[in-house]
Nanobody, 125 residues
Framework: QVQLVESGGGSVQAGGSLTLSCAAS?????????MAWFRQAPGKEREGVAVIDRGTHAVYADSVKDRFSIWKDDAVQTLYLQMSSLKPEDTATYFC??????????????????WGQGTRVTVSP
């Protein structure tokens, strides 16, 4: 049963923007839970991109700071990632994840219990 569904990926030229969405089922969503975005490029390990808690506290990877923005809409149980000034090195499959805990703005994949299937982002030079 798919409980996190990402969308919004696609192909864009460097400097462009995309907004990813992650729709969560009621089984895994709570306004109190930590939610995060990860990405994985071919041949590389999965890395944390951004994480948000039940409020507006967020942490970003240094590589995306000031270019990406994470937020969530509890009314529609959806997590978002706005990506601006995209670079070819942002090319990856992007995953959303959540864990049933309220604290710990952690970008380590091992800290998350539920994962989506990913959406592909390709940034051309």
């Amino acid at each position: 049963q798919v409980q996190l569904v990402e969308s919004g990926g696609g192909s864009v030229q460097a400097g462009g923007s995309l907004t990813l969405s992650c729709a969560a089922s009621a089984v895994v969503y709570s306004p109190h839970y930590i939610m995060a975005w990860f990405r994985q490029a071919p041949g590389k390990e999965r890395e944390g991109v951004a994480v948000i808690d039940r409020g507006t506290h967020a942490v970003y990877a240094d590589s995306v700071k000031d270019r990406f923005s994470i937020w969530k809409d509890d009314a529609v149980q959806t997590l978002y990632l706005q990506m601006s000034s995209l670079k070819p090195e942002d090319t990856a499959t992007y995953f959303c994840a959540t864990d049933p805990r309220e604290y710990g703005l952690d970008l380590s994949p091992s800290r998350y219990s539920y994962w989506g299937q990913g959406t592909r982002v390709t940034v051309s030079p």
